[in-house]
């Protein structure tokens, strides 16, 4: 009965269903039973995911940002998952600086969250990344707690709203700000999401995700940009991969069976540096999370970007999985992959399909 309402909550918000978390969120209800549908609902956004964020998280974003801001229009900017509004703040400063002219919309699923980000009070915690001039110039600070000067609230709105349905509503937005939201959906929902935030977003408009945070379709839509390892998705109407689309349809029914299909295939197998710089970026994620993105490029057929992401973790790697897919992918680029299959079949000689790959070389 539990599991249910919350498993439509869940639904309600497109929150990936997680074992543990599950778990935790039912031992939570049943300590405070008797609660109703509303309070269960505040109870799941508050727990189950995490609120964690501060003021100019992501160091060099800001810096980097600051060179984005050079027209002179009313920037319209959306934060998705703002939290306490602690990212919203941020760009204030910045654009009050700068003295541009913007509308800042936050959204969170969290009402406590919302209501923080309204209030702009906050710990030493969340601004412990500014130093004392920043810290002098955009707070007031009372007993333990730092404000946020008024001067820096104007121009912003902060909602309680899923961010599906403010991204269903449409609008038209110069940047916005996606950062370390995604993990709590589904696939499907991934694509859904950039999806409808490409629709909302202005001709060469800026999505910014988390740092090192990367999803394979993003490059389905956007062209990306990298300076100091900071990726900027930038919406245009060119997309990015053309190239690798081409390589991608001639090489369509192309599998491990006819491996000798694909001889004759034209091969960028060097990324280009732009390239190089995005694999570089993604950072901070575990094996099973780059195997993960590796799988879906295997599954996109998208061989090269698959290839150099493995190449970058391989060498450490004890796991069997990696060097499969290395030799997998070497075998579709036409590398040499007896190296990387002799691995794997060390690492895991009970793996029958390792043995018939050996065998195709023959
Ligand atoms: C880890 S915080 C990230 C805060 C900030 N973007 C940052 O990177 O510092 C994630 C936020 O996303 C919010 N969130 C998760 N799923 C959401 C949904 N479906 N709709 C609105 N907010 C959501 C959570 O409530 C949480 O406050």
Not at 110 to 116: A, G, K, L, T, V
Not at 120 to 143: A, M, P, T
Not at 201 to 222: D, R
Not at 294 to 322: P, R
Request: charged fraction near 30%; charge should be positive; glycine fraction near 4%.
């Amino acid at each position: 009965m539990v599991e249910n309402i919350i498993r439509n909550i869940l639904k309600k918000y497109g929150l990936k269903e997680d074992k543990k978390r599950l778990e935790h969120i039912k031992s939570t209800l049943e300590f405070f039973n008797g609660l109703n549908e509303e309070q269960i609902e505040r109870i799941i956004l508050e727990n189950y995911t995490i609120g964690e964020s501060f003021f100019f998280r992501d160091g060099n974003l800001w810096n980097i940002l600051k060179r984005y801001f050079l027209e002179d229009k009313n920037y319209k900017i959306l934060s998705l998952g703002c939290s306490r509004g602690e990212e919203v703040y941020s760009l204030s400063f910045i654009l009050n600086d700068l003295n541009k002219d913007y509308e800042i919309l936050g959204v969170d699923a969290s009402y406590e969250r919302i209501i923080q980000a309204k209030e702009g009070k906050y710990k030493y915690w969340s601004v412990r990344k500014l130093n004392e001039s920043q810290i002098n110039k955009y707070f007031d600070k009372k007993g333990d707690y730092y404000f946020v000067k008024e001067k820096y609230k104007k121009n912003i709105e902060f909602k309680t709203e899923n961010i599906t349905s403010t991204i269903r509503k449409g609008g038209k937005y110069d940047i916005v700000f996606l950062r370390r939201v995604l993990i709590y959906f589904t696939e499907a929902q991934i694509h859904n999401i950039l999806n409808n935030i490409k629709n909302i977003l202005n001709n060469n408009g800026l999505l910014i995700l988390g740092h090192g945070e990367f999803y394979p379709y993003l490059t389905e839509l956007f062209e990306f940009e990298i300076d100091n390892n900071v990726v900027l998705w930038k919406n245009t109407t060119k997309t990015y991969n053309n190239r690798y689309k081409k390589l991608i349809s001639f090489n369509k029914n192309n599998n491990i069976k006819n491996i000798n299909n694909i001889n004759n295939l034209q091969k960028p197998m060097e990324p280009n540096n732009k390239k190089k710089k995005l694999i570089d970026s993604i950072v901070n994620i575990s094996e099973d999370e780059y195997l993960e993105i590796i799988e879906k490029l295997i599954s996109e057929k998208n061989y090269v970007f698959a290839y150099n992401l493995i190449k970058k973790i391989a060498d450490n790697s004890l796991n069997y999985l990696i060097w499969k897919y290395k030799a997998f992918l070497e075998i579709q680029l036409n590398l040499d992959y007896k190296d990387s299959l002799n691995k794997a079949i060390f690492l895991n000689p009970d793996d029958e399909e390792l043995w018939n790959m050996k065998n195709y070389g023959r």
